[in-house]
């Protein structure tokens, strides 16, 4: 191997079926609105925590993709056996941009007179819950946001035009984090500018892995290393 990717962009060949498709991105729905609002809604509930309210929404929503996309992650697993070092040197390689990216926009955002709401509600979760929101962030939450994201919209978009998948997948998966913040104080919308790089990471890695789980697993990395970092950072400052 030398670095250069096996499949060409105009190669990728990662699709759901329709039926998959569907599913998939007909859930988001489910997850930010009518999955939160039944759990709240019920008496057995109201004694949970944020971090038990936020497992049990990402676990039901790892299970439904296991039922209903099962089949599409057993098929685009082949591509990463076939050729595991250029699936990590792809992850390895867009974490190394996702940073870059970073250090420039947190630079701008520490400018903001309010925090990344949905980092702090991370950090919150973590330092009561650790281990719940470990489980939620890095492991469930990359299956479920890959499959809606990239493998339903990016995949269903990419084979009729490649600029709108990109844009419609980092834009979705942007608003997806920062809307229910920003409807209550405007100033969150900026947060946006945030996610749009490591979104547009995401749809790169599964691009050039021609495989979901390529962007499955350099997600996990992010959270992983994110989560880590955030919680030892609110430790010792």
């Given at each position: 191997?030398?670095?250069?990717?096996?499949?060409?962009?105009?190669?990728?060949?990662?699709?759901?079926?329709?039926?998959?498709?569907?599913?998939?991105?007909?859930?988001?729905?489910?997850?930010?609105?009518?999955?939160?609002?039944?759990?709240?809604?019920?008496?057995?509930?109201?004694?949970?925590?944020?971090?038990?309210?936020?497992l049990?929404?990402?676990?039901v929503?790892f299970l439904?993709?296991?039922?209903?996309?099962?089949?599409?992650?057993?098929?685009d697993?082949d591509p990463?056996?076939?050729?595991?070092?250029?699936?990590?040197?792809q992850?390895v390689?867009?974490?190394g941009?996702?940073?870059?990216?970073?250090?420039?926009?947190?630079?701008?955002?520490?400018l903001?007179?309010?925090?990344n709401?949905?980092?702090?509600?991370?950090?919150?979760?973590?330092g009561?819950e650790?281990?719940?929101?470990?489980?939620?962030?890095?492991?469930?939450?990359?299956?479920?946001?890959?499959?809606?994201?990239?493998?339903?919209?990016?995949?269903?978009?990419?084979?009729?035009?490649?600029?709108l998948?990109?844009?419609t997948?980092?834009?979705?998966?942007?608003?997806?984090h920062?809307?229910g913040?920003?409807?209550s104080?405007?100033?969150?919308?900026?947060?946006?500018?945030?996610?749009l790089?490591?979104s547009?990471?995401?749809?790169?890695?599964y691009?050039r892995c021609?495989s979901?789980?390529?962007?499955?697993?350099?997600?996990?990395?992010?959270?992983?290393?994110?989560?880590?970092s955030?919680?030892f950072?609110s430790?010792?400052?």
């Open positions: 191997m030398n670095g250069e990717k096996p499949n060409p962009a105009g190669a990728f060949t990662s699709r759901m079926t329709r039926g998959e498709t569907a599913a998939a991105v007909c859930y988001l729905a489910v997850h930010l609105w009518l999955l939160p609002k039944l759990l709240f809604a019920l008496p057995q509930t109201a004694s949970l925590s944020d971090a038990d309210i936020n049990i929404c990402y676990a929503g439904y993709m296991l039922v209903f996309a099962g089949r599409f992650l057993r098929r697993f990463v056996c076939d050729d595991p070092f250029y699936t990590f040197l992850i390689i867009c974490y941009m996702m940073i870059a990216f970073n250090l420039i926009l947190n630079t701008l955002l520490t903001l007179p309010v925090e709401p949905n980092s702090a509600a991370v950090i919150e979760m973590a009561q650790f281990g719940k929101t470990a489980a939620m962030a890095v492991f469930l939450a990359p299956l479920l946001e890959e499959l809606i994201f990239r493998a339903g919209i990016f995949g269903f978009l990419r084979p009729y035009s490649r600029t998948a990109y844009l997948s980092m834009l979705l998966f942007a608003l997806y920062v809307w913040y920003a409807l104080d405007p100033i969150y919308w900026l947060y946006l500018l945030q996610y790089p490591v547009w990471l995401l749809c790169r890695c691009e021609n979901i789980w390529g962007s499955i697993f350099l997600h996990m990395t992010i959270n992983g290393i994110s989560l880590y955030l919680s950072v430790e010792y400052l």
